[in-house]
């Protein structure tokens, strides 16, 4: 993958689910990582799981919904704060430092306007991390 962006998508679930994740990944991975965490809350989860659900489209990838009890069972503990107690920083995943920025995803935009600031200051900062790790 040399001149190439890999992005893997984690989705939060279990007492350690990030870090068992982590502990997954290939050690190749992890030394080249940095972490953009989306941060939603679970309500704002939830809402978005009942908004996208659409009956006429239920066969449908992006129309799906998960009911309430199984996104507590499963979504509804997140062991990010845990791991990554600041809003930007290193974690050790493996015995790597792992730079990591915590971007707010709420409230809800479509819009490039707010979207491309938003996702322009969490990756700078990741990127200013990164920077210091070399």
Known sequence: LNGKTLIVEFARGGEHGYADAL???SPKI???AVILYVNVSFEESWRRNV???DEKRKSGLLTHSVPRAEMEATY???DWFGIAPH???TITAQGISVPYV????EPESKDPQVLGPRYAAALNAVY????EKR
């Open 23 to 25: 502990s997954q990944l």
């Open 87 to 89: 809003q930007n920083g």
């Open 128 to 131: 200013s991390v990164w920077k």
């Open 51 to 53: 908004a996208r659900y």
């Open 76 to 78: 509804g503990i997140d």
């Open 102 to 105: 915590t971007m707010n995803n």
């Open 30 to 32: 992890v030394k080249r």
